[in-house]
């Protein structure tokens, strides 16, 4: 921090490798015997986060004290906002425990290459939702008449929509997790909407009609897919639970995943 070489008024980009994550104040990092420095990195992502900040201090006027962590976590690279997919960005399922994720005031967002091991299907994976409003996603309960009574709109319908309520489990070679899966993301995992879903499991008159269901529900089991989870711990029962939350999910592009690896090895080289 002393050294005046490193020309610490032009705000260089510092790398660090090898470091251990605390939660000290809420999170700290610490440098490890084996770990690594990098001042100003040669790297792809060191110029990318340099132009970033470049930009965040010209608007700011060139002051420094201006910039405050609502500025940068407003985009870039790493903020909340930013959740395209990023190759070198993406983390092992191992990391969601072994990093503690979740239990900070704010929730951690992360972005996984994973397979898909199991989706819980015993039960209906979907609840009955307003049909009245499409801003209207509450629960309905069928009354004597066979109505759906809808509280917050205060209306009963003669149909309801059926939306997903997925549970799944996912992992890599490092892990597996569960995932929470709700309504978009659950249609393009199973390929078909709760409703259409419903009506198949539900045709009395097709004998076949429940082992339909479970090979719709089987079929993307143990494909892989790129996800982005949100990670939250959650008070259940006066103890913690980590919830992860699929908030995208993509098929893999397998010539354009070659090409980002291709790509990844050719840092190290």
């Not at 209306?155 to 309504?183: A, I």
């Not at 097709?206 to 479970?214: H, L, S, V």
Request: glycine residues 8%; proline residues 3%.
């Amino acid at each position: 921090a002393q050294n005046e070489n490193y020309s610490w008024n032009n705000h260089p980009i510092v790398a660090f490798k090898g470091v251990k994550v605390g939660d000290y104040s809420g999170l700290s990092l610490s440098l490890l015997q084996s770990g690594s420095m990098s001042i100003a990195p040669q790297i792809p992502e060191g110029q990318q986060l340099l132009e970033f900040m470049t930009s965040k201090i010209n608007e700011a006027g060139g002051d420094v004290n201006r910039i405050n962590a609502n500025n940068l976590s407003s985009g870039g690279p790493g903020g909340s906002s930013n959740r395209g997919d990023s190759f070198m960005q993406r983390k092992l399922c191992n990391i969601i425990k072994e990093d503690g994720l979740g239990h900070l005031e704010k929730p951690d967002w992360v972005s996984m290459k994973l397979s898909c091991f199991y989706i819980k299907s015993d039960n209906e994976p979907w609840y009955t939702a307003c049909a009245h409003g499409t801003d209207c996603k509450k629960k309905v309960i069928e009354d004597m008449e066979g109505n759906w009574r809808c509280e917050k709109c205060n209306v009963s319908e003669p149909k309801c929509t059926r939306r997903y309520v997925l549970t799944t489990q996912m992992g890599d070679h490092s892990g597996s997790n569960w995932f929470s899966f709700f309504d978009n993301e659950a249609t393009k995992l199973i390929g078909m909407s709760a409703d259409e879903l419903h009506s198949i499991k539900n045709d009395t008159t097709n004998p076949n009609a429940d082992d339909i269901y479970r090979s719709i529900i089987n079929k993307n089991l143990f494909k892989q897919f790129i996800i982005k989870a949100k990670v939250k711990a959650e008070e259940v029962n006066q103890s913690d639970r980590v919830k992860c939350t699929v908030f995208s999910m993509d098929n893999i592009d397998y010539a354009t995943e070659c090409t980002k690896m291709i790509d990844a090895i050719a840092l190290y080289q």
